[in-house]
């Protein structure tokens, strides 16, 4: 057979821990990325990554908690084998790339020291000061430097991925690709095709996204048959700096090291931070939530903080949201040693030192929990099946996406410092399934011996589109119509969510994506022509925006980040004991409806013209009965007790399993 070759499209650290392992396995790979490797968006990654240790294992936990919270925090939105998989791995995840040189933080002692983060009461995150992400992405780029050298591995730095090529059976053999530099449109066979692309934040116009971070490479795998699924699920991070470019993320781990949330209880008070007295600091996160504190999951906290802001009207500032974010109170020289990477930002951006004078940050788009549908293998014991080519791969055969744009692990909501864990774990996990797939490829169906007319039918159709690019006299502008479509994404789909907004949103996206058909360029060399590659990526934005847009309208319910005031579970409201009893035994017959009816998977598909179909998936359950999420909530001590006494008949009628602890 002729020499196989996978395609590796992103260079983070999904990317890279893929191309790692494929190389360690003898595979070829093609590794392009539209970034030189090391600025993938992976790099900005602040606080952490997850793991089991032996510090909590000490005070009682253990993987299964790991996935407990993982699934909990997500809502139970997430199939549980690929989170169980992972919460397993989780530990050699960490062993590995410590021993791959990480410079991890430390203990006095030597040991790899810890930090709490949200949706957890235990100390799993392992960190490199608040450049975690920088390290392990330079780490594993080691790797596969190695390997380039090798001749294992070939890099192509500068290129931006087109479209999968497809067979007329529909299995993926390749992809279409451009340099953004001699804009030359090429062709990559290959025997599968891995996205790992990341996010699609620039839908919104400005998050703490990159600005690579389109989700163009998602659309046009979507465009040509992909499945994309809970694409309305998107993450809005609760402490970040506004900004007029883009928004800049204070990690997790401010709050993680001790770090305080907090507004004046006098509306707009005019004092400086430090003069106002405790008394009349409103931590409103430690209020509501003692168990959690300022560490709720992030969903929850963005709530709060945007509540609080624009509800309540207790904004920091008058003319523009805000609350404190307050490290004031810990040692500077320690802030330094553990945050300083954050803190430098802040500093920079804002003028002001966070060591000595709190921050203000307001909540911002920040992660995609949805993303292109991926298939598993599961065991018996309800992980993964190790080796299984199903591990991964979309609906169309042969084509893979891990890392953040796919859908599978995180559910509703993403519990902070499991993104680098899923992104390491998935690449880590994919590449011994497609050495089974390329060992048992039929003789013959090597993308290298592949007919050249499936090629050049995919490359002419991408030279046809971007000619008509540079030639359309539209008189539309794309950087107005993307600025544009973020102000409506941002103001329909973010923290709160309204039908008829989103109806309204619908209606707009849908007049925007006409009128992207007809945009001119400013420029129409042949050159590093970064107008044409935006425009291109703008609209491909697109369909995904629809999806989203069309996801949430169809949802009609609170999970995670997806949050509906209309369709909300209030607390309970009664003072006698039996009737609370009553009006929890009603909420846990709603809840129950609401499982019935809405625990299911979006899934959506587009039509040639980008408009997008919605179905749903059910979500496999089968290890841990949903539960209601009752962080803060009134009366959530008895509706948990009467939640646990159905749940233990129903285990013990055989209707659902008994919960594991």
């Known amino acids: 057979m002729a020499k196989q070759r996978v395609l590796i499209v992103g260079g983070g650290l999904a990317g890279l821990a893929a191309t790692m392992k494929l190389a360690e396995l003898g595979i070829a790979v093609d590794l392009m990325s539209i970034t030189p490797v090391k600025r993938s968006h992976s790099v900005c990654a ?6 089991v240790n032996d510090q909590t294992r ?8 790991h996935f407990d919270d993982t699934i909990y925090g997500g809502d139970f939105l997430n199939h549980q084998p690929p989170v169980k998989e992972m919460a397993e791995w989780a530990p050699k995840v960490i062993d590995l790339m410590d021993r791959l040189g990480v410079t991890f933080n430390r203990t006095p002692e030597g040991f790899l020291d810890r930090r709490r983060f949200g949706g957890t009461l235990y100390k799993r995150t392992a960190f490199a000061g608040a450049t975690t992400g920088q390290q392990l992405l330079y ?5 596969v430097r190695r390997w380039e050298v090798e001749g294992l591995v070939k890099k192509y730095e500068a290129w931006d991925f087109m479209s999968p090529v497809l067979d007329d059976a529909g299995v993926c053999i390749g992809a279409i690709a451009q340099d953004i530099v001699t804009m030359e449109l090429r062709t990559f066979r290959a025997d599968a095709v891995v996205i790992a692309t990341g996010g699609c934040g620039l839908i919104y116009g400005r998050s703490t996204m ?11 795998c ?4 992909a499945k994309y699924g809970n694409g309305e699920c998107i993450q809005v991070h609760p402490t970040a700096i506004p900004g007029a470019d883009k928004l800049r993320l204070m990690s997790e781990s401010a709050r993680g ?17 430090k003069s106002i007295p405790e008394a009349e600091r409103y931590y409103f996160l430690e209020e509501r939530y003692p168990a959690y504190g300022n560490l709720v999951p992030r969903d929850i906290a963005t709530r709060e903080i945007f509540n609080v802001c624009v509800n309540e009207g207790l904004s920091v500032e008058k003319d523009r949201q805000c609350v404190y974010l307050d490290l004031t109170h810990i040692e500077a020289s320690e802030l330094t040693r553990k945050l300083g990477g954050i803190l430098d930002i802040y500093q920079k951006f804002q003028g002001v030192d966070p060591r000595f004078t709190p921050m203000k940050i307001f909540p911002a788009v920040h992660y995609s929990m949805g993303g292109l549908w991926t298939d598993y293998q599961r065991t018996a014991a309800g992980g993964l099946q190790p080796g299984s080519p199903k591990n991964q791969v979309t609906n169309i055969p042969n084509l893979y996406a891990i890392g953040e744009v796919d859908y599978h692990y995180h559910g509703a909501n993403r519990l902070g410092a499991n993104s680098l864990l899923s992104c390491i774990f998935s690449g880590l996990f994919l590449a011994p399934g497609l050495e089974t797939l390329l060992k048992n490829m039929p003789e013959g169906r090597a993308a290298a011996e592949r007919p050249q007319s499936f090629y050049d039918s995919a490359l002419n159709k991408q030279k046809e589109r971007h000619q008509n690019l540079l030639k359309n006299d539209g008189g539309e502008n794309p950087y107005l119509i993307h600025q544009e479509l973020g102000n409506i994404m941002t103001k329909a789909a973010t923290v709160v969510r309204v039908n008829e907004q989103l109806e ?3 209606g707009v996206v849908h007049d925007l994506g006409e009128r992207v058909k007809r945009c001119s360029l400013s420029d129409t060399g042949a050159w590093s022509n970064q107008n044409v590659l935006f425009t291109k990526a703008l609209q491909d934005m697109f369909p995904i925006a629809k999806a989203i847009l069309k996801g949430a309208l169809m949802r009609d319910e609170c999970r995670g980040a997806h949050y509906k005031p209309a369709f909300e579970l209030p607390g309970l409201t009664a003072e006698d004991y039996d009737e609370r009893h009553k009006q929890a035994e009603v909420w846990c017959d709603k809840f129950q409806e609401n499982v019935d009816k809405f625990l299911k998977s979006t899934i959506a598909t587009v039509d040639a013209a980008g408009e997008p179909t919605i179905t749903y998936e059910e979500v ?9 999420r009752l962080y803060g909530l009134v009366g959530a001590d008895i509706i948990e007790k009467v939640w646990k006494e159905r749940a233990a008949k129903k285990a013990a009628a055989g209707k659902q399993p008994a919960e594991v602890n």
């Open 257 to 273: 090291e001790g770090g305080r949330v907090w507004v004046p209880r006098t509306p707009q008070d005019t004092r400086s931070p």
């Open 46 to 51: 602040q606080g952490g990554i997850n793991s």
């Open 210 to 220: 990159s600005m690579t971070c389109t989700g163009s490479a998602a659309s046009r």
């Open 222 to 225: 979507l465009q040509v048959g």
């Open 620 to 628: 496999d359950t089968s290890l841990l009965p949903p539960r209601p």
């Open 58 to 65: 000490q005070l009682g936990d253990n993987e299964w908690k």
């Open 504 to 506: 309204s949103a619908i």
């Open 139 to 143: 780490a594993l780029d080691e790797q």
